[in-house]
């Protein structure tokens, strides 16, 4: 072999370039003779890469002798030297001697690859080795000087980095020993503390972490002679939560439970580089079964098709613009080939261990030997590989920066041209051409099954830690202001980083959703808002296969849920809670059904038949109930329910439970208690339950009567119970089946303070003291509420009863005056006692909905007879309060009546709290006055006010009209 000088090849029409002048001022006689003789190479060079000339000129005294060396020669002394540098007692003298031999080790590097010594192949083996002894060294000093200050359970003369117990494992092209120029380094650290390293007493987590924020430090501290490495940990298992060292225990639970097809990748080329090899190989030895699996399973297949089907397939490259071009991770690059092999090594390497190789090319080799690819396509393809390499090493070489993208000018391509040995331009940028599209044939052989998950957006790649340009790309084109922080969110999804993407099935089926999951986001006219909302949801999302396979499978789900999460974050949180509730949705006939109540109490019916005791009972009730109030809202939402038909199926689900659940409870109570023989006994409903106007979020108003026999004093069951006390535990075992928290939630909330007495009479009445109470001592606004109070349920012959019991009470004589003043009284402390508390607040508001009802109730108590409509809700009592002439503006009140009922609908579906102003959304406004029939939400809120006024001068007038 010959000294590298007189080898060097001269550079093209360049060759005649001097050497710069703070070169040649810093060199004695023979130490210019050395450079004169290679100058038709070096001129070239240092005109052109400004690095490489301020690398000659502080180091042109080594590089003169280096010159005149064997470059391996040359290179085995500066590595010793750095190998060498770890016995030093000075960080400082550790962190100089590690710069000037990766600065000596660049030059010497460079020169020999561009002045065709070397081979791109020889330079990335050589760069690996640079950093593979400096690692080592540092971790020496960090050693010794532990053991210099006692920290050791070892003697102080064996404190070196092979005996740390700490294993550093070099990933990605390091590990591969095939390190681009100016490249990071990518390393993980595990340590061992089985080993007997430290006193038994000591924290090994905080000593290793420590060890190892040092040893980035002393790698990459850019200091006066410059820095060693870039050095990256975040390809550590979970890096947002972990410490930069973690225990080998640790990190083999996470690949086992956690660890993605990425990972597995990456663990391909993984190579303890540094510390403790023998333990590093111990862990590579236990970390086998997850990166080589003797069987693939579903998922995981799933999980690679669908990475090689996010990745766009372009076929016709030969066009591809040079200018721009990133040879890394563009259409043709190094990535492409990296993936064709790293794909077919997990594929296959679990039954084949002799894919289990590191180096790329190795890896086509073995491939070959495999009969997975041709001798053909290996050839091309490590021809394509070196060349490629090539191409990005001079990239880097010009000013040490790690770029992967060619120059914008063709000036620049020129300059790169040179640095290849190439005659022009024109030729360069031929064989580039032609390499990609090489690249890119092969790749599209293999990628090319199944349809594109992108489809026609682009790129979508979210695997490892880097950004994929034609992916940032892509997200731009969808309109995401950060694509960087967008694609940095989806890979943390991919990671495992939130509960609800943990489990390997849940991650396949998000690979398969994200292509339509930001299609659906680009559509929704914001996207940046529809992301922020989507990756809010998910991290609050407890489980997630069942909800992606969902919306994976069927895009107007996606579409709901957004609109849920922009409009309707009430229902959003429901699907968080209780991701079934939205099994309904995806049912063809769900928009039919959903306003039928025949359909809604089958559904409730054949899911209660098959509890298998009353405790299931009790928790299948909440379930279909949840499950049914959602689909009830999400078709209030979506606009397939009215307001008003919304009111009638919540009413009829809240009956229908409320009926199979009395019907359980009075069986179940039966067994201890038996029956009172001759007793029936029913539920009156009072509010929006009677007038079938129930919202999202009602409570259940009713009261428990009953009626016995003269003379039965107590039930026949193993323990008695008299009258009073029988139907008042019964009442309290109802009142537990409904809103008893179990591990499926609370049903409905119960409201029994409509009973006689109010809280202070007994949970259960008999219609007798019922009668005698209404008569003799109710209040007037218990009358009121008998005006639209309805009997649910009821042994047969009771409602009847109950009925006539009531038309009695409303049709005693009435002194009119006091009635209107107790009306008026009443509105005026529910003024005092509870005021609005938000514009929208359409309840109590002057001019709100307490007061048209309190109109309809009052008409129903004064003029029930002529109005002809016992017990109807108050929207039909205004209608006709206006066909009878008693108040003209009936009809329009019950138009306002209808707009406010639409409004407190929705508000009740929509928002958790609807009375705090955060959740009034811009998209929630819009869907208010779209369902209220409005162009915008701003005519909608002017008119809201109008309509108020409306209902405060028609309720004076009537009152006026009512006191006779």
């Not at 081979?119 to 080795?129: A, H, I």
């Not at 009973?755 to 949970?763: F, H, I, K, T």
Request: aromatic share 8%; net charge negative; proline share 4%.
């Amino acid at each position: 072999m010959s000294a590298l000088g007189p080898a060097l090849r001269a550079l093209g029409a360049r060759s005649d370039v001097a050497l710069p002048q703070d070169l040649t001022d810093v060199l004695a006689a023979i130490e210019r003779a050395a450079f004169d003789g290679a100058v038709g190479t070096l001129g070239p060079i240092f005109a052109t890469a400004p690095y490489l000339q301020d690398l000659a000129v502080r180091h042109a005294q080594w590089f003169a002798g280096a010159l005149q060396a064997e470059p391996e020669t040359a290179f085995s002394a500066l590595i010793d030297d750095m190998r060498d540098a770890g016995a030093c007692d000075d960080e400082a003298e550790l962190a100089r001697r590690l710069r000037v031999g990766k600065a000596r080790g660049a030059l010497l590097s460079a020169v020999a690859e561009i002045g065709g010594v070397w081979t791109s192949r020889d330079t990335t083996r050589c760069m690996s080795d640079i950093a593979d002894a400096a690692l080592e060294a540092a971790l020496d000093f960090l050693m010794a000087e532990a053991g210099r200050e006692g920290k050791l359970a070892q003697p102080a003369e064996q404190a070196r980095a092979a005996n740390s117990g700490l294993a550093i494992f070099a990933l990605g092209k390091h590990g591969g020993q095939e390190l681009n120029y100016s490249s990071d380094i990518d390393i993980v650290a595990f340590y061992d503390p089985m080993v007997a390293v430290l006193p038994e007493d000591a924290d090994h987590n905080k000593f290793y972490v420590r060890i190892i924020r040092r040893l980035v430090s002393i790698m990459q501290d850019r200091t006066a002679d410059g820095y060693v490495f870039r050095t990256d940990v975040r390809l550590r298992p979970d890096p947002g939560s972990t410490p930069v060292a973690i225990s080998f225990d640790a990190a083999l639970s996470y690949y086992e439970s956690r660890g993605q097809n990425w990972e597995r990748a990456a663990w391909i080329k993984a190579r303890p580089c540094a510390g403790d090899i023998g333990v590093g190989n111990q862990f590579l030895k236990e970390l086998a079964p997850f990166i080589w699996r003797k069987h693939l399973d579903f998922a995981m297949i799933a999980d690679i098709q669908a990475m090689k089907r996010q990745i766009n397939i372009h076929r016709k490259v030969g066009e591809q613009r040079v200018l721009g071009h990133n040879v890394k991770l563009g259409r043709g690059g190094i990535r492409e080939i990296e993936f064709f092999v790293q794909t077919q090594q997990l594929i296959a390497g679990g039954r084949d261990p002799h894919l289990r190789v590191r180096p790329t090319v190795k890896a086509l080799a073995a491939l070959v030997e495999g009969k997975w690819i041709s001798a053909e396509a290996a050839t091309d393809l490590e021809e394509t590989y070196w060349f490629l390499r090539a191409v990005e090493n001079r990239l880097q070489m010009l000013r040490d920066e790690q770029t992967h993208v060619m120059p914008e000018t063709e000036e620049g391509v020129a300059e790169i041209a040179l640095l290849m040995g190439c005659e022009n331009r024109e030729t360069f940028e031929a064989d580039y051409r032609a390499a990609l599209a090489r690249v890119s044939d092969y790749y599209a052989e293999l990628f090319s099954e199944g349809e594109s998950l992108s489809g026609d957006l682009g790129n979508l790649v979210f695997t490892g830690s880097d950004d994929d340009p034609d992916t940032l790309e892509t997200l731009a084109n969808l309109g995401f202001s950060d694509p960087a922080s967008v694609s940095a969110t989806i890979r943390k999804w991919h990671y495992g980083g939130y509960a609800a993407t943990r489990a390997s099935k849940a991650r396949e089926h998000l690979t398969e959703l994200i292509p339509g999951l930001l299609k659906t986001f680009a559509d929704s006219g914001n996207p940046d808002i529809a992301f922020t909302r989507f990756n809010d949801f998910l991290t609050r999302l407890p489980a997630g296969v069942q909800m992606f396979a969902l919306l994976r499978n069927h895009a107007q789900l996606r579409q709901l849920l957004l609109d849920f999460m922009s409009s309707a974050p009430r229902l959003a949180e429901a699907v968080i809670h209780r991701a079934h509730v939205v099994d309904g949705l995806i049912d063809p006939s769900f928009a039919g059904d959903i306003a039928t109540s025949e359909t809604l109490v089958a559904s409730v019916d054949a899911f209660l038949a098959e509890a298998r005791s009353f405790e299931d009972l009790i928790d299948r009730a909440r379930i279909i109930g949840q499950e049914q109030k959602f689909l009830i809202a999400a078709g209030l939402v979506g606009g397939a329910l009215s307001a008003q038909q919304a009111g009638r199926q919540f009413t009829a689900l809240a009956e229908t439970l409320l009926a199979r659940l009395f019907a359980a409870v009075r069986e179940n109570f039966a067994q201890r208690h038996g029956t009172i023989p001759g007793a029936r006994v029913g539920l009156l409903g009072f509010g929006k339950m009677a007038s079938r106007e129930m919202t999202l979020t009602s409570d259940l108003d009713f009261i428990m009567l009953y009626d016995v026999p003269e003379g039965t004093t107590g039930s026949d069951g193993e323990r008695e119970l008299d009258v009073a006390t029988y139907f008042t535990r019964l009442t309290q075992r109802l009142v537990a089946a409904i809103s008893a928290p179990t591990a499926e939630g609370v049903l409905y909330e119960a409201d029994m303070r409509l009973r006689p007495s109010g809280n202070s009479g007994p949970l259960a009445t008999s219609l007798k003291r019922f009668r005698t109470y209404q008569a003799d001592e109710a209040w007037t606004w218990e009358h009121l509420a008998l005006t639209r109070a309805r009997v649910a349920i009821s042994d047969p012959g009771l409602a009847e009863a109950v009925d006539d019991e009531i038309d009695r009470i409303l049709a005693l004589p009435r002194d009119r005056a006091k009635i209107v003043g107790d009306v008026l009284d009443m509105r005026a402390l529910m003024a005092k006692e509870r005021p609005p508390r938000h514009p929208f607040d359409l309840k109590l508001h002057d001019g709100g909905l307490v007061d048209l009802e309190f109109v309809a109730q009052t008409a129903q108590l004064l003029e029930g007879a002529k109005l002809e409509v016992p017990q109807a809700p108050p929207a039909k009592v205004l209608l006709r309060l206006a066909e009878t002439a008693m108040l003209p503006q009936g009809e329009r009140l019950a138009e306002i009546h209808a707009t406010y009922t639409a409004i407190l609908q929705l508000m009740s579906a929509c928002l958790v709290d609807p009375l705090k102003d955060e959740g009034w959304t811009p998209a929630f406004r819009e869907l208010v006055a779209r369902r209220a029939n409005y162009p915008d939400f701003s005519r909608l809120e002017a008119d809201i006010g109008a309509m108020r006024a409306e209902v405060s001068e028609a309720a004076t007038e009537f009152y006026e009209r009512m006191r006779g």
